[in-house]
């Protein structure tokens, strides 16, 4: 036993013996530049281009088993001009040859220089890469080979350990040159240092790369550096203080230039699970600061990502700057001021979720969750929730009229994407006013479903509270509803719909108005408060068109109002009768009241609308001394009015007010109103007055004389027939007294 013991020592020092000098001797026996050639040609033969290697090749053997290699290019496809494809100035790599017996792979420093690729599109959209992707006849062999039994496979052994010292690549470079767009992009130099590669302990990595682009117009350095960790065991790859930092010169900046930060804590991706995590991420860009913790599942098959997203608070008008883009003009200079965000997220190749949403934009809160599913023809499903929104902040300054335009008796017959002046605006009208101009298209392709709740809303400077909408859109056809809210001490109802299916754009509505008190209401959208009282409204339209224009002009529908206890103002009704006695007796004219309105208990009125005019017949207003009936017209196109109105004295008005209005049978007063709805004139139809009162005179005297003349009549009958039995009285006396004179 011993001595088999010593004989097999033996034999493997004579072996290890021969290992060595076949080593050394190796690389002097054996010179690889001798193959070049052949090398060359092999490499033609199988994909078509001419390789060139004018450096030397080196092998080494031991301690390492490495190779050497100089210059070398690989040739250019045909029509592509004479740069080569690929080039190289120097590579470097070498295993230790003893470990690999163990099956540990110990890799010295990886050193790659002036690796070069050049791709290319030509006009006819041909590049030089597609003969490389195609497949080729292999060249036929020498000799035929003898067939080989398959063999029998075998499990390859597995890598007891790994270990690189490094890796070095030093100016290399790719250029990207389309000829079909123009657009050229060199990314050189590009520059990566690895430091010692050893499985399960962090290694560093730091890159950096020059690039210049033509289309869009740039040029920009990046830089990178993050430490690596290795688990080949576990499948376990993860990447800590990730560091990326690029700068950018660019003309689409106003200031010319970006510069960027990309920060990762810990970036773990695990094959085994196909899980992927990014824990403390940072972004800072164009005055961002953006926050992301994710997690990404199922990556080889169906990825889904999740986790959460923050926008620290930021400019909007400052970011609108640095990109160049105009930002909207506001009535309010300091509107789009502050804007913060943070969210959950959950995202997939087709869906992208919001949950926990908190969102601000100057005073304003948004809370909810918004989700979109289907990214090729999205359909967008949310719930929001609103605190305090400003909206008047957010409209278009106003422009500052010309003398001529300032006159307010002569508004614009159309505002454009307001609802018609002197009416305030509803949720129909702004429909009506704003959907008209809008391209149908995107409101077919429109998918959404989803509520909305703001607590208190100011637009146009009107106030509400309490506002809920729910909006269902799909296939052209929009309604939001139920649409409710709360409003000067009243509620709004609303059922708006919306129909692009055909060529032409249609809407519809039925919206309601109860308990509001209109002269606040009224105050606060124009300025002045025109009429009061508690009012109920209800209107329902419909109308079609392609702009706003055309959409009031096909506006139909019916329109019933009625306030109680409330004040006409800008029109004494009392006053104006006083002036028409005074007319009627040929007095002065009584001096203008102080109190230039007319208050009345209940006002009702039915508004018929056709081709956008709205008309009336049933006008009825109860005042303390008359009643007002009227008839007449409001055209909603130019916002003009034509209405007649008819102050009746009531007969109760003989006891509230004495003699002064004893007249109650005269004809009522009328009262023309015209200019618009923004500035409506009031003034007595005297002409009219004039002439049903002398009708009515006339009539009165003719029923005078009428009177008299059969009083008289009859006066005149009673006489004679008194006379006439007075003179048969008498007749018979006499009769009788000759009859006795006889007998």
């Given amino acids: 036993m011993h001595k088999a013991v010593k004989w097999i ?19 002097l026996l054996i010179d690889p530049n001798q193959y070049k050639t052949q090398i060359e040609r092999e490499v033609e033969q199988r994909t078509g281009r001419a390789l060139s290697i004018p450096g030397d090749i080196e092998l080494s053997v031991f301690p390492w088993l490495g190779v050497e290699l100089g210059e070398l290019a690989l040739g250019n496809a045909p029509g592509f001009g004479e740069e080569p494809f690929a080039r190289l100035t120097a590579a470097e790599v070498r295993v230790k040859l003893l470990p690999l017996l163990s099956r540990e792979v110990e890799v010295d420093k990886i050193v790659l220089r002036g690796a070069q690729i050049r791709l290319q599109r030509a006009g006819d959209g041909r590049t030089n890469w597609d003969d490389l992707t195609q497949p080729r006849e292999a060249p036929p062999p020498a000799v035929e080979p003898a067939p080989t039994p398959a063999p029998t496979p075998e499990r390859t052994p597995a890598i007891a350990a790994l270990a690189v010292g490094g890796l070095e690549i030093v100016d290399a470079g790719v250029y990207w040159d389309d000829r079909q767009s123009g657009q050229q992009l060199r990314l050189a130099p590009m520059n990566l240092s690895v430091s010692e590669i050893v499985a399960n302990q962090p290694f560093d990595v730091a890159a950096s790369v020059h690039f210049e682009s033509s289309a869009p117009a740039a040029s920009g350095d990046l830089e990178l550096s993050t430490q690596v960790n290795l688990d080949l065991e576990q499948g376990v790859y993860t990447l800590t203080e990730l560091r990326l930092e690029p700068t950018v010169a660019t003309d689409l900046l106003p200031s010319g ?12 991706y695990n094959g085994a699970t196909e899980v992927a995590s990014v824990r403390g991420t940072t972004l800072s860009a164009l005055g961002l600061s953006v926050t992301t913790e994710l997690e990404a599942k199922q990556l080889a098959s169906n990825p889904v990502v999740s986790g959460t997203l923050e926008v620290a608070p930021f400019n909007p008008r400052e970011l609108f700057d640095t990109l160049a883009i105009e930002a909207p003009a506001t009535a309010d200079a300091k509107a789009l001021s502050r804007a913060q965000l943070k969210t959950k997220l ?19 809160q948004v809370a909810g969750k918004v989700g979109i599913s289907n990214f090729t023809k999205p359909a967008y499903r949310f719930d929001l929730q609103v605190d305090t929104l400003d909206a008047d902040r957010y409209l278009p300054p106003e422009s500052t009229p010309s003398a001529s335009e300032s006159a307010p008796s002569a508004p614009p017959a159309s505002t454009g994407g307001t609802p018609a002046a002197g009416a305030p605006p509803t949720p129909g009208a702004a429909a009506a006013s704003a959907a008209g101009s809008a391209d149908l298209e995107p409101l077919r392709a429109l998918d959404a479903a989803g509520t909305l709740h703001i607590a208190a809303l100011k637009i146009m400077n009107l106030r509400a ?12 056809t929009i309604r939001l509803h139920p649409l409710t809210g709360k409003l000067y001490d009243g509620a709004y109802t609303g059922d708006i719909r919306v129909d692009a299916t055909g060529k032409t754009l249609r809407m519809s509505g039925n919206e309601t108005l109860n308990g509001v008190q209109i002269g606040p209401l009224l105050k606060d959208y124009m300025g002045e408060d025109r009429l009061s009282g508690k009012a109920n409204v209800s209107a329902q339209f419909k109308a079609s068109g392609t702009d706003p224009d055309a959409v009031k002009r096909t506006l139909d529908g019916v329109v019933k109002v009625k306030f109680i206890d409330g004040a006409l103002k800008g029109v004494n009704v009392g006053h104006e009768v006083r002036r028409a006695k005074a007319l009627l007796k040929g007095e002065p004219k009584p ?9 009345f208990s209940s006002f009702s009125a039915t508004l018929p609308v056709r081709n956008g005019v709205a008309t009336n017949d049933d006008l009825d207003i109860k005042i303390p001394i008359a009643r007002v009936s009227g008839v007449g017209s409001v055209n909603l196109i130019t916002n003009a009015i034509d209405y007649n109105a008819y102050v009746k004295i009531s007969p109760a008005a003989v006891g509230q007010t004495g003699r002064e209005y004893e007249q109650v049978k005269a004809p009522p007063i009328p009262i023309h109103i015209g200019g618009t709805l923004l500035d409506p004139k009031y003034d007595v139809d005297r002409d009219g007055f004039l002439k049903n009162l002398v009708k009515w005179r006339g009539d009165v005297e003719k029923a005078k004389l009428k009177s008299k003349l059969t009083a008289e009549e009859d006066k ?9 039995e007075e003179e048969k009285d008498k007749l018979e006396k006499k009769l009788k007294d000759k009859l006795k004179k006889l007998f």
Avoid at 346 to 364: E, F, I, K, Q, V
Avoid at 716 to 724: D, I, N, R, Y
């Fill in 9 to 27: 020592g033996i034999v493997a020092a004579a072996l290890v013996t021969v290992l060595i000098i076949l080593v050394v001797l190796l690389p």
């Fill in 257 to 268: 230039k970006l510069a960027a930060a990309l920060g990762v804590q810990q970036l773990v």
């Fill in 346 to 364: 959950t995202a997939s190749p087709t869906t992208m979720n919001l949950a926990g949403l908190a969102l601000r934009l100057d005073d304003t």
């Fill in 465 to 476: 509270a309490d506002l809920r909408a729910t909006l269902n859109a799909k296939n052209g």
């Fill in 591 to 599: 001096k203008d009241p102080a109190y230039l309105a007319t208050d």
């Fill in 716 to 724: 005149a009958k009673e006489k004679l027939k008194q006379e006439t």
